[in-house]
């Protein structure tokens, strides 16, 4: 019992010391992310990369420094290119995002940080189950903030990407077997438009459909215009009649129309002074 008052006077003294430690490790980790966003700034993306890293290392729980992180394997990554260490990058982006997702699930940054990382791992080797794990981020966004365009866009973009990708892929089945070939600007036979439709009609109604409420929350949203466009030409080759096809062109031609006077006006438009 007498040795009782020097423990707990021992116990204080450790106490005291860890809070310094930690005090000093989290001022250390905000100089770090603090370098590494000079050295990103700067174009430096491998040292900056190694500043976040240290940076969450001093202070795991230092949110900035594993978006910062996150962001700039993303930016390593090149699309399409096979080399072990590009992949890699892809994959570490993905993952720094997902660690911030199970502390903060609403972290919008992340979320479209992994849903981004993920088109473009899934683009070029194309991969369609990578591009179907971008959208459920963008729904993700929806539903936290369903009043923002720009996941709405991403949805569409993705499932004109995908119908675009198997109606080619049906057209070279198709014309394996064909006594007269099609080409890629021809409609496609009554039966295999069918077919088309069958596999792919929900995912071009889904993106039609997506794209069309971008433009309703962004009235001049050109880009989602020139990808709406686009899926009618995939929705005409699912027509099995000359006046359908026609009319879903019309309806691409239309939005060609639209789109260049946006881009005509934004271009003529004065330049803000400051």
């Not at 390593?76 to 072990?84: D, L, N, V």
């Amino acid at each position: 019992m007498q040795r009782k008052p020097q423990t707990l006077f021992l116990f204080a003294v450790v106490v005291v010391s860890l809070v310094a430690v930690s005090g000093c490790d989290k001022l250390r980790a905000r100089d770090k992310l603090n370098k590494g966003v000079q050295a990103y700034k700067g174009g430096q993306t491998d040292q900056a990369i190694e500043d976040f890293k240290q940076a969450t290392q001093f202070d795991p729980d230092l949110l900035n420094a594993r978006l910062y992180l996150a962001t700039a394997y993303s930016a390593q990554y090149i699309p399409g290119a096979p080399s072990p260490e590009n992949i890699r990058n892809g994959e570490q982006a993905k993952a720094e995002f997902m660690t911030i997702l199970q502390s903060h699930p609403d972290n919008l940054s992340a979320i479209d940080g992994i849903g981004s990382i993920l088109y473009n791992m899934g683009g070029t080797p194309f991969d369609a189950a990578k591009m179907e794990e971008s959208k459920t981020y963008h729904q993700k966004h929806i539903a936290l903030k369903p009043d923002d365009p720009e996941p709405y866009y991403w949805i569409g973009v993705i499932d004109w990407t995908l119908a675009f990708r198997g109606n080619h892929e049906m057209r070279e089945e198709y014309n394996k077997t064909a006594k007269k070939p099609i080409k890629d600007t021809d409609p496609m036979p009554p039966a295999l438009a069918t077919a088309f439709q069958q596999k792919y009609g929900a995912t071009v109604d889904e993106g039609i459909t997506s794209l069309k409420t971008a433009m309703d929350k962004r009235s001049d949203y050109d880009d989602a215009m020139a990808y709406l466009n686009l899926l009618y030409r995939q929705k005409a080759d699912m027509e099995t009649t000359a006046d359908a096809r026609d009319a879903d062109i019309k309806d691409a031609d239309d939005l060609v129309d639209k789109v260049k006077a946006i881009k005509q006006r934004k271009m003529s438009a004065p330049s803000p002074t400051s």
